[in-house]
C-alpha cells in the first residue's frame, strides 16, 4: 500500500435547510385587520462522522451532548398562525 493513497470521503457534513412561509392580510374596516399564514421548516443534518450513532438525553448536571455534537437534531415543523390587529 502506497502510504500517499487518500480515499474519497464522499458523506462528510451534509446540511440542508428548507423554509417556506406564507402570509396573507384582510382588511376588515378601517380599524381592525386580520393576518393568518403557514410557515413551514424542516432541517436535514448528515455527517460520517455522526451517522449510525445513538442520541441519549441527559438526567441532573449530565450533558446531553458534547462539543456540539447532535445540538441540532433534524426536525420538520409546520406553523399556522392568525394575528388580529386593531388601528387607532
Known amino acids: ?8 470521503i464522499r458523506n462528510f457534513d ?3 435547510r428548507q423554509t417556506l412561509n406564507l402570509k396573507g392580510t384582510y382588511r ?3 380599524h381592525w385587520s386580520v393576518t393568518g399564514g403557514y410557515a413551514y421548516e ?3 443534518f448528515s455527517d460520517i462522522g455522526y451517522d449510525g450513532l445513538r442520541y ?10 458534547m462539543t456540539g455534537q447532535y445540538a441540532f437534531q433534524p426536525y420538520k ?12
Open 14 to 16: 451534509n446540511t440542508i
Open 28 to 30: 376588515i374596516d378601517s
Open 42 to 44: 424542516r432541517y436535514k
Open 1 to 8: 500500500m502506497n502510504p500517499t493513497t487518500f480515499y474519497p
Open 56 to 65: 441519549f438525553v441527559g438526567a441532573g448536571a449530565t450533558a446531553s451532548y
Open 77 to 88: 415543523a409546520d406553523i399556522f398562525y392568525l394575528i388580529g390587529t386593531y388601528k387607532f
